[in-house]
């Protein structure tokens, strides 16, 4: 069974705070990871994406990868009350043998920007 | 607005009846996807389609459930004689080849 975990939450960090998300995931094949932002009610929303080891920045957003441990993490420096909502990872899988790959999401970690 | 788009946005239905979702992908995307999510899940892979051919469907696509793609470019999401445990936003993705996948707004089922 391919998974990705990520720890549920909740997690309140206070205004301008670096908040802190992690996944793990079971594929060691897996080449491509996504982090979506999905706010209540709403459907994900793209953040960052990321296919090599390291560090990747977009703005207030740096997404980690690190593939010989199979994690994945975002950070989101100087958090803003706007950035509360579920953040979810998403690994590309292969479903079964054959198969082209497929995302596969985690639960999901929501966040609290508190003000 | 050049997004996924999905209608109808919210369906109540009685259990037992039919309902069916369309989706328009964004325009030259040959990918098409359909994700099931409940509250408090991450979404989940139910099948998708490249142009008109239907490539994969997971283990959750019951026979209740169709998809298809006519002409490779709408698609629909039919679900026969809904079951309580249908209830879920049923997401529509669309990609370019194998990259990121952009969904839209979602349409809520609820069976009551």
């Known amino acids: 069974q391919k998974e990705v975990e990520q720890n549920s939450g909740p997690l309140s960090v206070p205004e301008g705070a670096i908040a802190s998300l992690n996944c793990t995931y079971s594929?060691?094949?897996?080449?491509?990871f996504f982090w979506y932002r999905q706010y209540s009610g709403k459907s994900p929303e793209l953040i960052m994406s990321i296919y090599s080891n390291g560090d990747k920045e977009d703005g207030r957003f740096t997404a980690q990868l690190n593939k010989a441990s199979q994690y994945v993490s975002l950070l989101i420096r100087d958090s803003q009350p706007s950035d509360s909502a579920t953040y979810l990872c998403?690994?590309?899988?292969?479903?079964?043998?054959?198969?082209?790959?497929?995302?596969?999401f985690g639960s999901g970690t929501q966040l609290t920007v508190l003000p | 607005d050049t997004g996924v788009s999905q209608d109808p946005r919210h369906k109540i239905t009685k259990r037992g009846q039919n309902v069916t979702f369309r989706c328009d992908p964004i325009?030259?995307?040959?990918?098409l996807y359909w994700y099931r999510q409940t509250l408090g899940q991450g979404p989940e892979f139910l099948t998708y389609f490249q142009n008109e051919a239907q490539l994969e469907k997971s283990r959750l696509l019951s026979d209740r459930f169709s998809a298809e793609r006519p002409k490779g470019s709408f698609s629909t999401l039919e679900i026969q004689r809904t079951e309580q445990g249908d209830s879920a936003m049923y997401l529509c993705?669309?990609?370019?080849?194998?990259?990121?996948?952009?969904f839209g707004e979602g349409s809520w089922l609820t069976v009551v």
């Open positions: 325009s030259e995307h040959n990918r």
């Open positions: 998403a690994v590309n899988f292969q479903i079964s043998s054959g198969s082209a790959r497929q995302l596969t």
């Open positions: 993705a669309s990609s370019f080849g194998g990259n990121t996948i952009y």
């Open positions: 594929d060691r094949g897996s080449q491509s």
